[in-house]
């Protein structure tokens, strides 16, 4: 017979001051032993993204993150529906630049 594990709930605390943040572009970095996330906030026309939040996680924490992060997506889109990324070019592309207007037609010489 398995052996049933009781697994304790996880109440987070959340301080009063803890803010949220609005981040729409990560920074990741290695060591050996830990992965750095850097969390930033870029808007168009601006030059430098500002950092918002700073992770230092395990590999193994990182690797369990992907997982539930995978999960999580599967889940949201099974309601939500499939969330399409964007085509050729950069992400940042398609975030900060304009959308690029098409070039006129050639005129024809009249027959």
């Known amino acids: 017979m398995p052996i049933k594990a009781h697994i304790q709930p996880i109440n987070f605390i959340t301080p ?6 609005y ?13 750095v996330l850097e969390f930033a906030r870029i808007l168009p026309g601006d030059v430098n993204p500002v950092v ?11 690797k369990m993150l992907q997982h539930v ?7 949201y889109e099974g ?3 499939e969330i399409k990324l964007p085509g050729p070019g950069t992400l940042a592309d398609h975030l900060f630049r304009p959308p690029s207007t098409p070039d006129p037609p050639e005129e024809k010489p009249e027959t």
């Open 79 to 81: 309601t939500f529906g």
């Open 16 to 21: 009063p001051e803890l803010k949220a943040e």
């Open 52 to 62: 918002v939040a700073k992770l230092i996680m395990t590999p193994l924490g990182v």
């Open 69 to 75: 992060l995978g999960d999580n997506l599967t889940r």
């Open 23 to 35: 981040a729409n572009l990560v920074r990741i970095s290695h060591s050996p032993a830990e992965v």
